[in-house]
């Protein structure tokens, strides 16, 4: 209930919470909401007013609907999108009609606008510290697989370059459309070439099914196991593990939030976000999203205007507390420091914490200064920004 006498605030939220990629979209949309409420349970002069769109993962439909919530709606900020694919269909729109689109979702890297404010990890804080932690444990060998956008082909690029620095070997690298579960073939090239394990950057329901596949696989012959030849994702969430189910299990992913992290901070998040989350299930994805509406709310408050540049210039200046630790937006790049924990699928939907991160990595998004090697590869030469291979 928002009290009477507060100005309202129309927030865009902008996600598919249906199509190919729906159990994300529906996360990211349930995060932002909860968040919504919960900043207008507090005694601010102003209410938040969640304007939500939902493009149904229809790639054609971005740019249109976030244009109708910035001219129709008198939105200024808007919490969304899944996909590279989608950011890049609205970065064009925000940046005309003046307006800050905040992404939380993870991406490759390789992007920095002004206009878009990225609350998730790029390249060098997933990708980097994941492969760095597998290969010194299961090895140098790998089959590449990735949902046919941009997310897929530059997470593999540099994957492959990774591998290359280490002295390591790509045995196949595949693409599969956004979407399609028919994943046999890329099962069968597995058994064959043995890698020593497969970095999966597919997404939504190609993700689940090769992952059911590969189990299966695995129960027929006990050498392609997770614990043996182990599956590892950057963008693999404790409510796609809950829909997989143990299929996943003893699989790896990198993420900066799980639901498993030590503390009293965390543990009071889940408590109050738990009852708000209405069966979606609370992971990075639904804490990034939280924390981009508290991000806004908190620069509205110490700017007394939702107009962007005031807001933006509160968030680079001034820390939010957020699930995601106390978060400052970089100056430069519009990016945020996060840390990488590294966790392994269990059979009950949640990740054991195998690498608890000490500290936050600084956003590198161009990989300008990033050391794309391993503690197997000392010597490697700091990254810098190379042409696609």
Same mark, same amino acid.
């Given at each position: 209930?928002?009290?009477?006498?507060?100005?309202?605030?129309?927030?865009?939220?902008?996600?598919?919470?249906?199509?190919?990629?729906?159990?994300?979209?529906?996360?990211?949309?349930?995060?932002?909401?909860?968040?919504?409420?919960?900043?207008?349970?507090?005694?601010?002069?102003?209410?938040?007013?969640?304007?939500?769109?939902?493009?149904?993962?229809?790639?054609?439909?971005?740019?249109?609907?976030?244009?109708?919530?910035?001219?129709?709606?008198?939105?200024?900020?808007?919490?969304?999108?899944?996909?590279? $694919?989608?950011?890049?269909?609205?970065?064009?729109?925000?940046?005309?009609?003046?307006?800050?689109? $905040?992404?939380?979702?993870?991406?490759?890297?390789?992007?920095?606008?002004?206009?878009?404010?990225?609350?998730?990890?790029?390249?060098?804080?997933?990708?980097?510290?994941?492969?760095?932690?597998?290969?010194?444990?299961?090895?140098?060998?790998?089959?590449?697989?990735?949902?046919?956008?941009? $997310?897929?082909?530059?997470?593999?690029?540099?994957?492959?370059?990774?591998?290359?620095?280490?002295?390591?070997?790509?045995?196949?690298?595949?693409?599969?459309?956004?979407?399609?579960?028919?994943?046999?073939?890329?099962?069968?090239?597995?058994?064959?070439?043995?890698?020593?394990?497969?970095?999966?950057?597919?997404?939504?329901?190609?993700?689940?099914?090769?992952?059911?596949?590969?189990?299966?696989?695995?129960?027929?012959?006990?050498?392609?196991?997770?614990?043996?030849?182990?599956?590892?994702?950057?963008?693999?969430?404790?409510?796609?593990?809950?829909?997989?189910?143990?299929?996943?299990?003893?699989?790896?992913?990198?993420?900066?939030?799980?639901?498993?992290?030590?503390?009293?901070?965390?543990?009071?998040?889940?408590?109050?976000?738990?009852?708000?989350?209405?069966?979606?299930?609370?992971?990075?994805?639904?804490?990034?999203?939280?924390?981009?509406?508290?991000?806004?709310?908190?620069?509205?408050?110490?700017?007394?205007?939702?107009?962007?540049?005031?807001?933006?210039?509160?968030?680079?200046?001034?820390?939010?507390?957020?699930?995601?630790?106390?978060?400052?937006?970089?100056?430069?790049?519009?990016?945020?420091?996060?840390?990488?924990?590294?966790?392994?699928?269990?059979?009950?939907?949640?990740?054991?914490?195998?690498?608890?991160?000490?500290?936050?990595?600084?956003?590198?998004?161009?990989?300008?200064?990033?050391?794309?090697?391993?503690?197997?590869?000392?010597?490697?030469?700091?990254?810098?920004?190379?042409?696609?291979?």
């Amino acid at each position: 209930m928002v009290a009477s006498g507060k100005k309202i605030i129309s927030v865009g939220v902008l996600f598919s919470q249906s199509g190919p990629y729906g159990r994300l979209g529906y996360e990211g949309y349930r995060g932002a909401i909860a968040a919504i409420e919960a900043v207008n349970a507090q005694d601010l002069p102003f209410a938040l007013k969640p304007v939500a769109a939902d493009p149904g993962g229809n790639i054609d439909r971005y740019a249109a609907l976030c244009d109708d919530l910035v001219t129709g709606h008198g939105v200024r900020h808007v919490v969304g999108c899944t996909t590279s $694919w989608s950011r890049k269909e609205v970065i064009p729109i925000v940046e005309k009609r003046d307006a800050v689109l $905040w992404y939380p979702c993870v991406y490759e890297g390789f992007e920095a606008s002004d206009r878009v404010v990225y609350i998730a990890a790029c390249a060098n804080q997933h990708l980097v510290p994941l492969i760095d932690f597998i290969m010194p444990r299961f090895g140098k060998r790998a089959i590449l697989l990735g949902s046919n956008y941009i $997310w897929g082909w530059e997470t593999n690029r540099l994957a492959r370059e990774m591998l290359h620095a280490a002295d390591g070997e790509v045995l196949s690298e595949r693409a599969v459309a956004i979407g399609d579960t028919d994943i046999g073939h890329l099962i069968r090239e597995i058994e064959v070439r043995r890698p020593d394990f497969i970095l999966n950057n597919l997404i939504g329901e190609s993700s689940y099914a090769f992952l059911k596949a590969y189990a299966d696989l695995g129960r027929r012959d006990p050498d392609f196991r997770a614990t043996a030849r182990p599956v590892l994702s950057c963008n693999f969430y404790e409510s796609e593990l809950e829909r997989v189910g143990g299929d996943a299990e003893g699989n790896f992913t990198v993420s900066c939030y799980f639901r498993s992290l030590p503390g009293e901070a965390n543990r009071a998040f889940l408590e109050k976000a738990q009852g708000d989350a209405s069966g979606s299930g609370i992971s990075a994805f639904f804490a990034q999203s939280y924390s981009s509406i508290l991000l806004i709310a908190d620069g509205i408050a110490r700017a007394g205007t939702d107009a962007i540049e005031p807001v933006l210039a509160s968030c680079k200046t001034h820390a939010t507390s957020t699930p995601l630790g106390d978060i400052i937006v970089d100056a430069r790049t519009n990016h945020i420091a996060l840390p990488a924990h590294i966790g392994r699928a269990r059979n009950d939907g949640g990740f054991d914490i195998v690498h608890l991160a000490e500290s936050a990595i600084q956003p590198d998004p161009f990989m300008a200064r990033t050391h794309l090697k391993s503690s197997m590869n000392e010597g490697q030469q700091p990254g810098f920004l190379r042409l696609v291979k």
